[in-house]
T-cell receptor, first 116, second 112 residues
Framework: DARVTQTPRHKVTEMGQEVTMRCQPI?????VFWYRQTMMQGLELLAY????????DSGMPKDRFSAEMPDATLATLKIQPSEPRDSAVYFC??????????????FGPGTRLTVL | GQNIDQPTEMTATEGAIVQINCTYQ??????LFWYQQHAGEAPTFLSY????GLEEKGRFSSFLSRSKGYSYLLLKELQMKDSASYLC?????????????FGGGTRVLVKP
């Protein structure tokens, strides 16, 4: 049963520290998405990739966030330095289409980040 | 900017029908998604509409009217497991590519 995996599942860190979240998309999927969800803002699309190239990262604060795909099996989202307002659940999703897909995106279980 | 409105919460009885409305104001509309999210879990894709009309998938149906900026998700024969949040999301064109903007979600509580 193919699934998107994310690590770590939970992360507690102190303000100013670097945070790296990892995602393994479903093998064969060519689009990867990073989302953030908070009670106040709801679900927001931060960035997405097609064939490992960033297509849109306009939803992401550029000064401290960066997203990369070093290879087809790994996507990373880094925050440096982290701030308390970054506390949220970060979801990764993968799919098969070349734009934001018209069929299923498969979501990972999420990384719950708490910045103290 | 983009504006998406949906009710915060709805309650319905097991076996009944519930209709969740979503209204939006956007430029460069390129489709509307519905997602289901159970508490503490990731969202799961339910439907995508880009043309006007009704799309039916089993107990769930989604409707779109582009001229009215309106969509609804219809849940029939409600089951207890349908208690969840339902997210409306609009896909729209930007110069840098497509962007997906979510509504705040509608929490549906199904009672016995």
């Amino acid at each position: 049963d193919a699934r998107v995996t994310q690590t770590p599942r939970h992360k507690v860190t102190e303000m100013g520290q670097e945070v790296t979240m990892r995602c393994q998309p479903i093998l064969g999927h060519n689009t990867v998405f990073w989302y953030r969800q908070t009670m106040m803002q709801g679900l927001e699309l931060l960035a997405y990739f097609r064939n490992r190239a960033p297509l849109d990262d306009s939803g992401m604060p550029k000064d401290r966030f960066s997203a990369e795909m070093p290879d087809a099996t790994l996507a990373t989202l880094k925050i440096q330095p982290s701030e308390p307002r970054d506390s949220a659940v970060y979801f990764c999703a993968s799919g098969l289409r070349t734009v934001v897909p018209t069929d299923t995106q498969y979501f990972g279980p999420g990384t719950r980040l708490t910045v103290l | 900017g983009q504006n998406i409105d949906q009710p915060t919460e709805m309650t319905a009885t097991e076996g009944a029908i519930v209709q969740i409305n979503c209204t939006y104001q956007t430029s460069g509309f390129n489709g509307l998604f519905w997602y289901q999210q159970h508490a503490g879990e990731a969202p799961t894709f339910l439907s995508y509409n880009v043309l006007d009309g009704l799309e039916e998938k089993g107990r769930f149906s989604s409707f779109l009217s582009r001229s009215k900026g309106y969509s609804y998700l219809l849940l029939k024969e409600l089951q207890m497991k349908d208690s969840a949040s339902y997210l409306c999301a609009v896909l729209h064109f930007k110069a840098a590519g497509n962007k997906l903007t979510f509504g705040g979600g509608t929490r549906v509580l199904v009672k016995p």
